[in-house]
């Protein structure tokens, strides 16, 4: 049987050396928007919702910016060419970058 820290290394080096630099950028993002998500939900609970409309528009934005980002990830990923034959890499991030400015836009009329 494998043990856990097998298993990661195996995980690291095979991500290391099978992943394109462009998808390990996005990945990096991703991180970034999952922990700035985990750490308002987790500052929520500890000091409270007094502004709430800035809590939940802070948090529906790193949620939804974490669901552009997979899709970003999605179409830009060489393994996915097939599913998106028609869209271009260049494409897939101007659709991302689009997106991106309609969601923080309905996000600063949220606030108020």
């Known amino acids: 049987m494998a043990t856990l820290s097998g298993v990661v290394t195996k995980f690291y ?5 099978n992943t394109p630099k462009k998808l390990k950028i996005i990945d990096a993002y991703l991180t970034y928007i999952l922990f700035t998500g985990v750490f308002q939900f987790v500052y929520c609970c500890l000091v409270g919702t007094f502004p709430f409309n ?3 528009s802070g948090f529906i934005s790193s949620v939804a910016s974490f669901v552009l980002g997979v899709c970003l990830r999605l179409q830009v990923n060489p393994s996915n060419k097939a599913q998106f034959a028609g869209i271009s890499p260049e494409r897939g991030f101007a659709d991302f970058i689009f997106a991106h400015v309609i969601l923080h836009l309905i996000v600063i009329n949220f606030i108020g």
Do not use: D, R, V, W
């Open 54 to 56: 800035a809590f939940l």
């Open 13 to 17: 080096e095979e991500y290391n050396n």
